[in-house]
Structure formats: C-alpha cells, structure tokens
T-cell receptor, first 116, second 117 residues
Framework: AQKVTQAQTEISVVEKEDVTLDCVYE???????LFWYKQPPSGELVFLIR??????QNEISGRYSWNFQKSTSSFNFTITASQVVDSAVYFC?????????????FGQGTELSVKP | NAGVTQTPKFQVLKTGQSMTLQCAQD?????MSWYRQDPGMGLRLIHY???????DQGEVPNGYNVSRSTTEDFPLRLLSAAPSQTSVYFC????????????????FGDGTRLSIL
C-alpha cells in the first residue's frame, strides 16, 4: 500500500532561517510521482512541485529546493532564508504514474510558522 | 479563468440532513476528485472520476455519493449527514491522458467548510 509520512507536525523558525520539511513515502510501484502543496492560512491548496520517480535531480526554484532520494524514499523540501509569508501547512503527496488522473495520497502535513 | 469552483463555502447541517456540495471546473479536465481534510490527517480521497459517466471510490467513500454527468461538474452528495462528516471538503481536477501524461498537478477549489451538529 502507498503511504506518505511527514513526521514533523509543527516547525517554528525565525525569519531568515533555513528550514527543511521532511517527507518519506512508501510504495510498491517502481514508477510514481511526488508532489508538494502549500496551504496558507487562507485555506487554498497551492501546487509547488511535481517530480517523477525517473528523475532524481534536485530542483531549485528561488528560495525553494527539493531533494529527492529514491534510495531512502524521501522527498524533502527546503526553504532558504524563510520569510513570514512562508507560514503555511505544507503537504507532500504521492501518486502512481499509470493511474489515470493520479489519485493523490497525502501526508499529514507540516505546519510551518515563520516568526519575524 | 475560474478554475475549480466549489459551492457553498460554508454550511451547517443537522444530523440526518442531506445536501450536495457542488464542484465545477472550466478547464475541460477529465479527472475530478473529492477529498476531505481533517486535523492531523492530511487530505483523504473520497471519490474520483476519470471522465463523464465514470466514477470510483477512494479511501473514505462511506456516506458519500457522486455522479459525473458532464465533464464540468462533479457534485458530492451526503445522503444522511453525521457529525463524523464535519470536515473541510476539497474538489480537484486535472488533465489526464493516462500513462506518462497522467498525474498532472491537480487544481484545487477553495474548499467547503461543513459542520454537522
């Protein structure tokens, strides 16, 4: 069965600190997609990144970076020089690659609080 | 471009009442789904559809019905509301052609906050 674990329920940092959100997944599939979504206090879900299991290259987008390690089944998310606007709940999710549409299995979420 | 539209945004029901949560998308997406979000549990899939006339159960389907008569609409029905169904409900849609073109990022609606008394 598929499972996503975000062991960090809450993280609190001071502005400008770097912070890493952990995501560990379980799947018996050899091909799959991983996602990160952000849920700000306003409640909507914002797509951040999609990564397929064939591509283990790390990715950087501005202050955001993602470290995908297939060997440890992890897809961690790092925010560099955090800002108050980064305060949100972040979800990691997993989907089978040949599942039409891609049913998402979500982790429990990590609530990040960035204090000024 | 409206994206995924959910109505209502808030609703309070009494136990045993029925209601329909509406979801509409204007992106011509084949795939639509409903999730519920509960504290500490992330989002869990209730029902999904890969196209008009096709629906299937997700992880937590009990107490909910769906139908997909058009590509645009995917309503979620609570037949007899129970306090355990108090939650925030999200509808999502995505483009899907299966295979390597599947699993496109899902677009989520803003959510419906439902309270069952």
């Amino acid at each position: 069965a598929q499972k996503v674990t975000q062991a960090q329920t809450e993280i609190s940092v001071v502005e400008k600190e770097d912070v890493t959100l952990d995501c560990v997944y379980e799947t018996r599939d050899t091909t799959y997609y991983l996602f990160w979504y952000k849920q700000p206090p306003s409640g909507e879900l914002v797509f951040l990144i999609r990564r397929n299991s064939f591509d283990e290259q790390n990715e950087i987008s501005g202050r955001y970076s993602w470290n995908f390690q297939k060997s440890t089944s992890s897809f961690n998310f790092t925010i560099t020089a955090s800002q108050v606007v980064d305060s949100a709940v972040y979800f990691c999710a997993l989907s089978e690659i040949y599942n039409q549409g891609g049913k998402l299995i979500f982790g429990q979420g990590t609530e990040l609080s960035v204090k000024p | 471009n409206a994206g995924v539209t959910q109505t209502p945004k808030f609703q309070v029901l009494k136990t045993g009442q029925s209601m329909t949560l509406q979801c509409a998308q204007d992106m011509n997406h084949e795939y639509m789904s409903w999730y519920r979000q509960d504290p500490g549990m992330g989002l869990r899939l209730i029902h999904y559809s890969v196209g008009a006339g096709i629906t299937d159960q997700g992880e937590v389907p009990n107490g909910y019905n769906v139908s997909r008569s058009t590509t645009e609409d995917f309503p979620l029905r609570l037949l007899s509301a129970a306090p355990s169904q108090t939650s925030v409900y999200f509808c999502a849609s995505s483009y899907s052609r299966g295979g390597r073109n599947s699993n496109q990022p899902q677009h989520f609606g803003d959510g419906t906050r439902l309270s069952i008394l």
